[in-house]
């Protein structure tokens, strides 16, 4: 039996779980993993032949190996797989051992698992980790929730392997219960959000200026050096560049235009219409990606509607420059409604978010870095209950300064037929947010024509119904 030496354990030796072990004992931690698969094993062994990195292939000689009170962190599919795995570890621990949940895991899965484990006496957190397999090896960004003195023994270990942002680790405890999956699966619909957006001020550039990819790529490149600078327009840059091995060809003109999805984004807009937390911008990203698999029928209805026109810009520098402002301000609108979901979710689930502090763990490491969550950290450093990142007076100034360009943007892709839904979707938000008055009255009216659901009145209390 390997001596008990081991501080913490991974179970799920994939390419994420290997690197994050070998960050792990980069940083001078011994560590352990384990996988039922004997393969995912000899590759760990062949990767960490100068760490102190323990391969086990026996779920008893892993746990046996560990120092007491054992942390182990799972890296599996979210799922069914999640409990197998908590199963089978379970004969081998004992009250105050923890078990923290790496994966993308549903929250309302994770507070069973919290509540179930801690009647049993075994600390459990759900952790969202950000920034891929690259992440992993060079420092991801973590948002634990759950347990805070569960996290506090295992704290030193994730700041270690996190990515660090002017000398902060990008991890943080997020909050109560299942707030570190939560917090996951919002980063994950502003993710979905902000694709989108980069998506559509592409299609413009290509479909509406005519644009080559060799353009393209260094119109993402400049922007990556400006206010726009962020993981996801600097990967954008670097696609258009990637020619294919096969034949030689720009590879994203091969690339068939069918967006796949894991269900992240659909998890936050569903809890998000729960909460009646407004997210249009991520709501149209999961749209748009569903509409792209209507590949066949895309293609046929082309042919009997017509498609998209090239747009009739004189100045494409210019309207390029006005481009950069519109996906700007869409990009302010996406952080807005992503943070006020997780304002209504703190208050109904009882999570206890800090705002600041998950802008401050969103910095650096996760796919939805940007230098815009420097000034969303500080909104919120100096107004904590900040309702809307659009109402702080720094966020307000830099929309109203572009909010023009948005809509010329929007017209402009009307006009030649191209969808700009999520463009749209972050102006409409930002409008009627700013609405001190909205149509809504009309609808109150209709329902209580039809369905006697009542009403209230602005010049007295109380609910009324009228006969119509």
Same mark, same amino acid.
């Given at each position: ?26 940083? =001078? ?16 062994? !062949? ?16 746990? %046996? ?5 054992? /942390? ?6 979210? %799922? *069914? ?13 004992? *009250? ?6 790496? %994966?993308? $895991? ?25 920034? =891929? ?5 060079? +420092?991801?960004?973590?948002?634990? +929730? ?46 979905? =959000?902000?694709?989108? &957006? ?9 479909? %509406?200026? =005519?644009?080559?990819? /060799? ?35 720009? @590879? ?53 509607? +017509? ?8 100045? $494409?520098?210019?309207?390029? $420059?006005? &481009? ?12 807005? !409604? ?8 703190? /208050? ?11 802008? *401050? ?10 230098? @815009? ?47 700009? /839904? ?47």
């Amino acid at each position: 039996m390997t001596n008990k030496k081991y501080q913490l354990g991974l179970v799920g030796l994939g390419v994420m779980g290997r690197n994050l072990l070998l960050n792990m004992a980069d940083s =001078g931690y011994a560590v352990a993993g384990y996988d039922k698969d004997p393969s995912k094993v000899d590759a760990l062994a !062949q990767e960490a032949q100068k760490h102190e990195i323990l391969g086990a292939r026996e779920i008893g000689e892993f746990t %046996g190996a560990l120092q007491s009170p054992k /942390a182990i962190l799972l890296l599996v599919p979210a %799922g *069914k797989i999640v409990d197998a795995v908590i199963a089978d570890l379970l004969p081998y621990l004992d *009250k105050g051992d923890l078990i923290i949940d790496g %994966g993308n $895991s549903y929250f309302a899965d994770t507070d069973r698992r919290y509540q179930s484990l801690a009647a049993q006496g075994i600390h459990f957190m759900g952790m969202g980790v950000s920034g =891929g397999a690259e992440g992993a090896r060079l +420092g991801p960004s973590m948002m634990p +929730g759950g347990n805070r003195e569960a996290f506090e023994t295992v704290r030193p270990i994730l700041e270690s392997v996190a990515a660090h942002v002017n000398g902060d680790p990008c991890v943080a405890f997020v909050g109560n219960g299942s707030a570190g999956h939560y917090v996951k699966m919002v980063h994950n619909g502003i993710e979905y =959000g902000m694709m989108e &957006l980069i998506a559509e001020v592409y299609d413009l550039m290509k479909r %509406g200026l =005519g644009l080559d990819n /060799a353009a393209i790529a260094a119109v993402f490149d400049q922007w990556n050096r400006g206010k726009l600078a962020s993981f996801l327009v600097e990967i954008t840059a670097a696609i258009f560049t990637k020619l294919d091995d096969k034949t030689g060809r720009h @590879l994203i003109d091969l690339i068939q235009d069918a967006s796949r999805q894991k269900g992240t984004g659909k998890w936050t807009s569903q809890d998000a219409m729960n909460l009646q937390a407004a997210i249009p911008v991520i709501d149209m990203a999961v749209v748009m990606r569903d509409l792209s698999g209507y590949k066949a029928e895309r293609e046929a209805a082309e042919k009997i509607l +017509g498609g998209a026109v090239k747009m009739p810009v004189e100045d $494409s520098k210019a309207f390029i $420059s006005t &481009l950069e402002n519109a996906l700007y301000f869409s990009f302010l609108a996406a952080y807005a !409604q992503g943070f006020n979901h997780l304002r209504k979710a703190s /208050a109904e689930y009882g999570f206890d978010l800090q705002p600041a502090t998950i802008a *401050k763990i969103w910095r650096g490491g996760c796919i939805i870095r940007a230098a @815009l969550l420097e000034t969303f950290m500080k909104a919120f450093q100096r107004n904590p209950d900040l309702p809307n990142l659009l109402v702080d007076p720094d966020v307000a100034k830099a929309a109203l300064s572009v909010q023009r360009d948005a809509r010329s943007v929007i017209k402009a892709a009307l006009d030649a037929g191209i969808p700009v /839904a999520g463009l749209s979707a972050a102006v409409a938000y930002f409008d009627a947010y700013r609405s001190e008055r909205l149509p809504a009255n009309l609808i109150q009216a209709q329902r209580d024509f039809f369905g006697s659901h009542t009403y209230e009145r602005v010049d007295m209390a109380g609910t009324f119904h009228t006969e119509w």
